[in-house]
């Protein structure tokens, strides 16, 4: 850059520094009609409009603006501005107008103004969640769910939110999410069961063995008398500290059935219950209950209550074929020595005041019906009592 032109540049800049050298009060030039020379007035403030221009003698005079007007900057002008008229359709008053202000009118919460029109805020549908939530003036922002993050809604709120860390909740990946679904994790190795202790149809094979009276001794009774391997006095101790005397029957049968499974008698029993199993599946499997619909069947329970907690923990860690089974056994569980069947039979009664979908009732009806009927249940009553001999008698078995 050559000098002269340098030197211009400054000059420029000291210039335009000069003439817009903030004063205060503002001044403006004017030229006074008497002496024709220039004077530096005083601005008006901000409420007020010009009244008459200053003079060599006198300065500015400015008066208040009138009603419905207003002026909201330091200024020349002999009138106020008019207030905007009264706010649009689906616009609210945000600000009444006075002498310094406009008045300001806002469309109603969840609009946003296009055009002249409230219009509504975009919905961001699954897939998409919201990067920057709808304002008065602008609309939402959608983004597409980036990976490791899902939405499973249609929100104007709602943001992508990450897919459940299973390990972190010490649980396994049993179907990795996308961006529409979350991660579903499940509770143990046994992803088949997500978790499930004693499935319905072992609950329904092994009730027969559950005695009408407790003895202090009635599980070892039962330990000694199964045929095969028998179950260690260890895990016994484990299934009588952990579990309510119904259950340790369950429980126990369970062990003896996979330590056994190579016993023919054992693989039958397996096989049987694996058909059952898929008979259950068939019936209730594709019932898709909502949350509220689960919750409403679970209040209806009678007894100790599957807490919403329970239930939100299911829906994230369980297939949704597998929703309801794992609650039935959690309501098992908690409520000790319940036959889960009669306990969905009294929820089925009580469910008649809800808006329940009458295909998920019909379902439950037919399962309930199915393993009542299941004839290999009645099979294996003979067949137990054959194998544990009448020593067993003594505990008292109870047949349905
Ligand atoms: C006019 O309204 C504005 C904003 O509501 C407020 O800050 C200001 O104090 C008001 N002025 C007078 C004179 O009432
Ligand atoms: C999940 O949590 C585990 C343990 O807290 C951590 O090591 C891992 O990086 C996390 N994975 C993701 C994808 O955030
Ligand atoms: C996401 O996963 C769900 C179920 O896991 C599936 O139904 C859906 O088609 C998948 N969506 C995409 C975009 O891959
Ligand atoms: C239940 O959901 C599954 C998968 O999400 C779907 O394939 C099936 O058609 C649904 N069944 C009903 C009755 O809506």
């Known amino acids: 850059m050559n000098r002269a032109l340098c030197c211009a540049l400054l000059f420029l800049d000291l210039s335009i520094k000069w003439t817009t050298q903030e004063t205060f009060p503002p001044k403006y030039l004017h030229h006074d009609p008497e002496t024709s020379r220039p004077l530096m007035c005083d601005k008006c403030p901000p409420g007020t409009y010009l009244k008459q ?7 500015t005079v400015c008066a208040p603006c009138p009603d419905h007007y207003y002026t909201d900057s330091w200024h020349k002008s002999d009138e106020c501005l008019y207030c905007s008229p009264v706010c649009k359709e689906l616009q609210y008053v945000k600000q009444e107008c006075n ?10 919460e969840g609009r946003y103004l296009e055009l002249e029109f409230c219009l509504k805020h975009r919905s961001c549908p699954p897939g998409f969640g919201v990067l920057q939530a709808g304002t008065p003036e602008r609309n939402t922002v959608c983004r597409r769910c980036p990976d490791g993050f899902f939405s499973d809604e249609t929100s104007s709120k709602a943001p992508c939110r ?23 994790c499940s509770a143990n190795s046994d992803t088949q069961t997500c978790g499930i202790d004693v499935t319905l149809c072992e609950e329904a094979f092994f009730r027969f063995a559950v005695p009408t009276k407790f003895t202090p001794n009635w599980l070892s009774v039962l330990v000694d008398n199964l045929p095969g391997t028998k179950v260690n006095a260890e895990s016994v101790e484990r299934i009588k500290r952990r579990h ?20 023919d008698v054992v693989k039958k029993i397996i096989q049987d219950i694996d058909l059952c199993e898929n008979g259950v599946q068939r019936h209730i499997g594709h019932a898709n209950l909502t949350y509220e619909q689960l919750r409403s069947l679970m ?13 939100e923990r299911t829906r ?28 969905l039979m009294h929820a089925l009664k009580h469910l008649k ?3 329940f979908p009458k295909t998920v009732t019909h379902s439950l009806r037919k399962t309930i019906r199915f393993l009542h009927s299941f ?19 003594s505990v008292k078995i109870s047949c349905l």
């Open 99 to 108: 002498r310094t202000h406009n008045r300001v009118c806002e469309c109603e």
């Open 353 to 355: 005041t809800y808006h």
């Open 375 to 393: 004839t290999m249940y009645r099979l294996y009553q003979k067949l137990f009592l054959e194998m544990i001999g009448n020593q067993v008698q």
């Open 162 to 184: 990450k897919h459940t860390n299973c390990s972190a909740f010490g649980l396994l990946l049993t179907q990795k999410g996308n961006s529409t679904h979350d991660n579903i």
């Open 299 to 311: 209040e209806s329970l009678p007894g100790k209550k599957v807490g919403i907690e329970d239930i």
């Open 316 to 343: 994230k860690t369980c297939r949704s074929s597998e929703e309801l089974p794992k609650l039935l056994s959690l309501w098992r569980m908690r409520n000790g020595d319940q036959d889960t069947l009669k306990g």
């Open 244 to 263: 309510s005397s119904q259950e340790q029957t369950f429980q126990l049968l369970k062990l003896w059935k996979q330590q056994n499974k190579e016993q």
């Open 53 to 59: 221009h200053c003079t060599a003698r006198r300065k």
